[in-house]
């Protein structure tokens, strides 16, 4: 693992490595990157690709972590999005089901085959359909997961929109599923274009992707989509070897894995740094994705990325913080406009008010077994970043901002514009300002 001292550090790093599946600080990372230097990655298809693959122990298959320079534990750093690029042609995705018998306590992270009883045994692809992965050991079908309502939806070559297809297009796809996927040479999945679903052919969707994966490392190995505390939650006392303790899974995630749909480009995301040169990581694109993901997936893509770096020193936060573009922000909690600082200007002479607050727009993100806890804990961690009580971030986030869904079952964001004077407190404002032109 590069250790920020011997190895020299890089302007740019190029990265087309994938983990298992686990996010390990003691696994070796890329690297080291300069404080300020540009990532560029060629990233795979999260969810169910992975999760067909009973080798990948995670669920996902996210990009090798990456050191950057100069970051330390209690440190933080800002990601610019500078890039995100569809480059799969197709994908397949829907609502699932797991079949008894086919995992040890979680399909995501322990795939079994219940006929040799192997734990992540290793599997290839006879032909096509939900019974195409085959046991390498003995031959039986292994599917942890199965789709319950599925679609195979293709690309125009614009990346704007793309259309479902019927079962014979579905079926010609799923032939040359690693092609249509746009599999990175590096990523051991099979793709879930394999499985042809086809159950609403002919609805038009809009791309907007994003990532939903995109942090830095857990302090301790942790599957990739349980770094947050929804999926997390599963870990605790869990039966096969990646089980935790809540006290555990609380001090180590980042809550990297959100599926918030504004991380996208152009957005400013914020990480803590819990590992020794952060391992900044990413990966789980999507196609596009409604607030809440409430079909438990969508279309998972591979794609090129863009990101740059920056250190924030003696930056203990506990989860991230978002700075999403202006469009992507509730309407309550856009910036003021110059006509509407006028008229609260004339409010404020009528009414003897000597000064206006300077309001920025922040999002803080909450995670947890559940939807209530994820936002207890996005505005415990919102009162403690700036310094407010959570009684004051509830009434600015209801009359200036909004609480928003990543994902069901438990991630949100915490949205809201906050006094400038309290984001240049901690060192904020500036990327509030770079964002927002303010």
Known sequence: MPDGSSTPSRRSVVVSEFTNSVLDPKAPMLGPIENGGTIIANTAPGCWGPM??????????????VFVQGAEVGDAVAIRIRDITVTSIATASGHDSSPEGFCLGDPYVAARCPVCDTVWPETHVEGIGQDAVKCDACGNAVKPFEIVHGYTVTFEETRTVGLTLPQTAAETIARDADHFAALPDG?????????????????????????????????????????????????????????ITEEQLAEHKTD???????????AIIVCPVKVPGAGVY?????????????????????????LQVEVLKNYPIDGPVLFPLEEDLPPLAKPFSEAEKAKGQKLASKW??????????????????NLNAAIENGL?????????????????????????IGRAPGVIQVTFLAPLSKLDAVGLGDYAREQYGL
């Open 52 to 65: 067909i693959t009973p080798r990948l122990r995670g669920g996902h298959e996210v990009t090798t972590p």
């Open 380 to 404: 415990a961690r919102a009162a403690t970043l700036l310094g407010m009580t959570v009684a004051e971030v509830r009434n600015r986030a209801t009359v200036n901002g909004a609480i928003e």
């Open 187 to 243: 990523s051991r999945q099979h793709s879930i274009l394999t499985f042809a679903p086809s159950d609403m052919p002919g609805t038009l969707v809009r791309m907007r992707p994003f990532m939903g994966q995109l942090g830095t490392c857990p302090s301790m190995a942790m599957p990739d989509s349980h770094n947050a505390g929804d999926f997390g939650a599963f870990l605790v006392g869990a039966p096969h070897d990646y089980a």
């Open 352 to 369: 003897g008010v000597s000064e206006l607050d300077d309001l920025a727009p922040i999002s803080v993100i909450g995670t947890a077994a």
């Open 282 to 306: 990413m990966g789980d694109m999507h196609a596009g994705q409604g607030d809440g993901e409430i079909a438990g997936h969508t279309m998972d893509v591979s794609g090129s990325v863009t």
């Open 256 to 266: 990297g894995h959100m599926d918030i749909d504004a991380v996208r480009a152009g």
